[in-house]
């Protein structure tokens, strides 16, 4: 049963433009959303995050939106560059808090020069 | 800054052998997790311990064990490696604060 879902397995878009990735999620009891981002040969790491209680947060050319009555958050990425080229991850987590989070499958994000 | 480090970047071993992976924290977090990456399959988690001591199984346990004998360090073991553990383990730690996992940079195993 996946939880969390990243139903576009990649992405290619020309550096400059805007880069659209999508999550979905089956849980009603997730109130926290984050991205982590993942370079070939190295470990995770943390982008930016959303708390249900929000429906927008941004960070620089990263901005994350959460629709929960859709069950679904998407993170923007503008401009993209090349160096944003990297396998994305959406996790998510509910309280009751062991720290666990829910990973969906990713999604390998191409920037084109 | 957060530093979880694993002992070994890349790992081949035999079907049957059994397998240490370790994981060390140098921020006094609470939480550690062991993490499997798969193609397609994204993040699953294997083991998490919220205490030393403690463990809680995560979705995918069969065929491993974990060990938090110091806060600091949380070790995965597979007791007979098999070809389907072949794989890229993530550790990872938090904080009872914080949502946010911090992973090391990983560790490649192949079972021949």
């Known amino acids: 049963d996946q939880q969390v879902k990243q139903n576009s397995p990649s992405l290619s878009v020309q550096e400059g433009r805007i880069s659209i990735l999508n999550c979905d999620y089956t849980n009603s009891m997730f109130d926290y959303f984050l991205w982590y981002k993942k370079y070939p040969a190295e470990g995770p790491t943390f982008l930016i995050s959303i708390s249900s209680i929000k429906d927008k947060n941004e960070d620089g050319r990263f901005t994350v939106f959460l629709n929960k009555s859709a069950k679904h958050l998407s993170l923007h990425i503008v401009p993209s560059q090349p160096g944003d080229s990297a396998v994305y991850f959406c996790?998510?987590?509910?309280?009751?808090?062991?720290?666990?989070?829910?990973f969906g499958q990713g999604t390998t994000l191409q920037v084109k020069p | 800054d957060v530093k979880v480090t694993q002992s070994s970047r890349y790992l081949v071993k035999r079907t049957g052998e059994k397998v240490f992976l370790e994981c060390v924290q140098d921020?006094?977090?609470?939480?550690m997790f062991w993490y499997r990456q798969d193609p397609g399959l994204g993040l699953r988690l294997i083991y998490f311990?919220?205490?030393?001591?403690?463990?809680e199984k995560g979705d995918i346990p069969e065929g491993y064990s974990v060990s938090r004998e110091k806060k600091e360090r949380f070790s995965l073991i597979l007791e007979s490696a098999s070809t389907n553990q072949t794989s890229m383990y993530l550790c990872?730690?938090?904080?009872?604060?914080?949502?946010?996992?911090?992973f090391g940079e990983g560790s490649r195993l192949t079972v021949l």
């Open positions: 921020m006094d977090h609470e939480n």
């Open positions: 996790a998510a987590s509910s309280s009751g808090y062991t720290g666990k989070l829910i």
């Open positions: 311990s919220y205490d030393v001591k403690m463990k």
């Open positions: 990872a730690s938090s904080t009872n604060r914080q949502r946010e996992l911090f």
